[in-house]
Antibody, heavy 126, light 107 residues
Framework: EVQLVESGGGLVKPGGSLRLSCAASGFTFSNAWMSWVRQAPGKGLEWVGR??????????DYAAPVKGRFTISRDDSKNTLYLQMNSLKTEDTAVYYCTTVRQGVRFNYYYYMDVWGKGTTVTVSS | SYELTQPLSVSVALGQTARITCGGNNIGSKNVHWYQQKPGQAPVLVIY???NRPSGIPERFSGSNSGNTATLTISRAQAGDEADYYCQVWDSSTASVFGGGTKLTVL
């Protein structure tokens, strides 16, 4: 069974840093593209960013609101995905979900989040 | 940047058919995916690439996409279908985009 378990959330002051982890099991993590999606309290879903598998280059892409502040990385030896969050703002307060990604081309490029973890809560407040 | 527009809420009588729309400029040229999120839970993929159901998703869930509107259709709606539903696409300039979400109420 595919399983994703996030951890590392908590309360942090504005300007602070936090690192989230996502432990993956039940699939070949090293072959998987992964992403982070967040949801602010009472709001909708917001894509944060993604990391490709190392065989596909291992590169990352980010949403505009977090670019330059957040970094996604992976440790394939530990089947773990990370989200390093720096210079945190109050608007970064959200539940952060780790997801697997399916992508490819069918007439046009497609990209969707296949399996989701239960999420970890990040609160940025003074 | 690319935007997706969903109605804030949709209501459906028990056992009837609910249709949730997702509007976007020429969305028919994109692959649309749908997620269901029940209160306090993580989202679940219910439709991918316009009209495909992941294993475990009932046949009552179907999708279509043409022109400027994609539609998620839930037939024979049940109380357990009450949830927020989000559409999502990949746009070459905006990356992954979600609609604002639609709250489905089953009366």
């Amino acid at each position: 069974e595919v399983q994703l378990v996030e951890s590392g959330g908590g309360l942090v002051k504005p300007g602070g840093s936090l690192r989230l982890s996502c432990a993956a099991s039940g699939f070949t993590f090293s072959n998987a593209w992964m992403s982070w999606v967040r949801q602010a309290p009472g709001k909708g879903l917001e894509w944060v960013g993604r990391i490709k598998s190392k065989t596909d280059g291992g590169t990352t892409d980010y949403a505009a609101p977090v670019k330059g502040r957040f970094t996604i990385s992976r440790d394939d030896s530990k089947n773990t995905l990370y989200l390093q969050m720096n210079s945190l703002k109050t608007e970064d307060t959200a539940v952060y979900y780790c997801t697997t990604v399916r992508q490819g081309v069918r007439f046009n490029y497609y990209y969707y989040m296949d399996v989701w973890g239960k999420g970890t809560t990040v609160t940025v407040s003074s | 940047s690319y935007e997706l527009t969903q109605p804030l809420s949709v209501s459906v009588a028990l056992g009837q058919t609910a249709r949730i729309t997702c509007g976007g400029n020429n969305i028919g040229s994109k692959n649309v995916h749908w997620y269901q999120q029940k209160p306090g839970q993580a989202p679940v993929l219910v439709i991918y690439r316009d009209s495909n159901r992941p294993s475990g998703i009932p046949e009552r869930f179907s999708g279509s996409n043409s022109g400027n509107t994609a539609t998620l259709t839930i037939s024979r709606a049940q109380a357990g279908d009450e949830a927020d539903y989000y559409c999502q696409v990949w746009d070459s300039s905006t990356a992954s985009v979600f609609g604002g979400g639609t709250k489905l109420t089953v009366l």
